[in-house]
């Protein structure tokens, strides 16, 4: 079973530095989502990408965010500068069908 | 802006009882619902989803109930189970949107207790 796959499950950085998330989605799917979510909410919507074009950006997703899905595939979420606001939960999920199946989440902690 | 609304926060019940999970929302244009189990440090697992074409929609312990006038949706687990216990989050669709994002109330957390 290849499900949404999401690595690193766990990054620490200080603040100021710039990190990158990668997710790989169930290969037949073409939609992929990023999501955000922080202590006591449910997800946020950030981005969206059908294959290899970005369609959708949340105002959530400030000018130090930045994603890519370069050949249709995996993506990445790339933030700058971090900030202790920063920390959370990003999820990825990807579409097939009505339902999105996500996957295990990177937990970012800005310090 | 909170178009899906979960106004339990938690719930906890005793195992082999009925959980029901109650989750609101606003926009009329949402047309698709689902639910989602989350354990800690993990993503949200869907578990069951609705379109609003149907009132009622059923796998094994899991039933959704829709109420579109009321704008109402509920998850019936019956029986529940210890394993059961995680939080649960409702989330809605537009699909008639290109986007399809999901828009998620902020969980009930779920406690089935022997």
């Known amino acids: 079973d290849t499900g949404v796959s999401q690595d690193p499950r766990h990054k620490i950085t200080k603040r100021g530095q710039n990190v990158t998330f990668r997710c790989d989605p169930i290969s037949e799917h073409n939609r992929l989502y990023w999501y955000r979510q922080t202590l006591g909410q449910g997800p946020e919507f950030l981005t969206y990408?059908?294959?290899?074009?970005?369609?959708?950006k949340s105002r959530l997703l400030s000018d130090r965010f930045s994603a890519e899905r370069p050949k249709g595939s995996f993506s990445t979420l790339e933030i700058q500068r971090t900030e202790q606001g920063d920390s959370a939960m990003y999820l990825c999920a990807s579409r097939g069908g009505g339902g999105q199946y996500f996957g295990p989440g990177t937990r970012l902690t800005v310090t | 802006d909170q178009q899906v609304k979960q106004n339990s926060p938690s719930l906890s019940v005793q195992e082999g009882r009925i959980s029901i999970l109650n989750c609101d929302y606003t926009n009329s244009m949402f047309d698709y619902f689902l639910w989602y189990k989350k354990y800690p440090a993990e993503g949200p697992t869907f578990l069951i989803s609705?379109?609003?074409?149907?009132d009622k929609n059923e796998d094994g312990r899991f039933t959704v109930f829709l109420n579109k006038s009321a704008k109402h949706l509920s998850l019936h687990i019956v029986p529940s189970q210890p394993g059961d216990s995680a939080v649960y989050f409702c989330?809605?669709?537009?699909?008639?949107?290109?986007?399809?994002?999901?828009?998620f109330g902020r969980g009930t957390q779920l406690t089935v207790w022997p």
């Open positions: 989330a809605a669709s537009d699909r008639g949107s290109t986007l399809g994002r999901l828009y």
């Open positions: 990408f059908q294959n290899e074009a970005q369609l959708e």
């Open positions: 609705i379109s609003s074409i149907k």
